[in-house]
């Protein structure tokens, strides 16, 4: 038997995914006997906020890995087709339908048991009886406070503060400098061919992108940050901030040096078109391993996605950037993949114990799904004495499951699935989307191969 904590989208997958393979599970929901701060009703997969699951095209990472999960006989995809609205390239749904056919689905399976109770310790577990922990960026106190005694207060994270990400090849290279502060990590030629690329660029030269301001253009921006709109509050975000990772607006609403005096600090950092230090900058660092993703430093940010884009794109250099993560400011529980997690999405340490969701360090609705999905195949593997494995890093569901168990742990943040986290291609075609659709049919390949050595 497996059972699971959490009847969101990861708990409803892997719940799916272990009763198909003919085992069977005991799935706890706390909901309607235990509220949480966002969810509205008692159905199982409730959507909390947009009701849009993405682009759904194989040129998007995103639409990828749908792909991936419907060829796995995901209960998510499945359900999202059956209450699909008109989206244009994207998969949106009617919420209210969608939450009644998952609801429905999994209530129906005769190998799925639905206990509503709040898990407020974590239940034994072993190989015979796998555990899987869905509980969704907002479990529950007690449950939080168990699985802190369990892994460590350094693996287990409460609250997120994400600063935007921007693709590495929208950022105009003539307007930016590299450079790390007071050049604190510049090497010379033989330490760079000694020891191999830096942790952020690879030639010595600095580790960060720094985007220089005049005091004009520091004007403009700060007058445009602390007029756009903010998104919506929901009510756990009326909780105070922590002084250390404030939004930028709401530092830009204490004073108009207060950036400058903080993440937009210039000291140390001489602009080599000018010789002289910026009246501000913008510091952008490295964030991931293909070097194609860069995140601005110190920028998280509760502003409205479009006003996001508005705004940022003030900052120069940053003219025509494409994000690939908006900025964030919310309730977010979740562990450090990369201390405690393998690839198979089991504990280390407790490889009878699975995070799955949000929990487990992902972030959106379908990355949430997708690893509820691979973690439940994998405990079902467990306990019926089979082989566990994650599919290749070639595809966008293995990707996931590797990024969150080896990403650098120091810098850990959940992301979304893109094709900057996948395997690159040997000999990627020329065009972006040539490169693009090409990945995503090696990963179609890949996941099929895949499948059919599980089978064999
Ligand atoms: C406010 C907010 C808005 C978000 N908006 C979006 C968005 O627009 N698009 C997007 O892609 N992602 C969004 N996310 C991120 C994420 O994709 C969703 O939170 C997603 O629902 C995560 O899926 P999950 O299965 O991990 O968790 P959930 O869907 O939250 O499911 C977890 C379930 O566990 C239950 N639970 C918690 N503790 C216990 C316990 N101790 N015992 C029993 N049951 C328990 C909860 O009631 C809940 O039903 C948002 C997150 C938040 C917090």
Redesign the pocket.
Known sequence: MVRI?????????AAWQVASVGVPVVL????PL??????KSDR???????N???GDKLDNAVGLLKEEMRRLGSVIMRCAEASRVPAGAALAVDRDRFADTVTAAVSAHPLIQIVR????SLPSHSAADPLIV???????E??SADIVRLIGSDHLYFYDAISPIVLAESIDRTKVFRQSRWDRNIRNADEVAASGPACGVDDGQGDYLNCPFTKDEYARFYDALVHAESATV?D?DKEKFFEGCLPIEVMAHRGVDTLRFGPMKPAGLVNPATGRWPYAVVQLRQDNLAADHFSLVGFQTQLKWGEQARVLRMIPGLEQAEFVRYGMV???TYVNGPTVLTDTWQLRQHPGLFF?????G????????A??LLAGINAAALAQGRPLSAPPRTTAIGALAYYASHADPAHYAPS?ITFGIMQPLDQPPRGKGDRKLAMSARALDALDDWMKGRAA
């Open positions: 904590i959490g009847g969101g989208l990861a708990g409803c997958e706890h929901e706390m909901r235990r509220a949480t701060a966002v969810h199982l997969a409730e959507l909390v906020c947009s849009s699951f993405r109770d709040e898990v407020a869905a509980t969704g960026p907002l479990t529950s007690a449950l929901h756990f919310h309730r977010n799955a969701g949000q929990m487990s992902v972030e959106g609705y379908v990355e949430s799904a690893s509820g979304n």
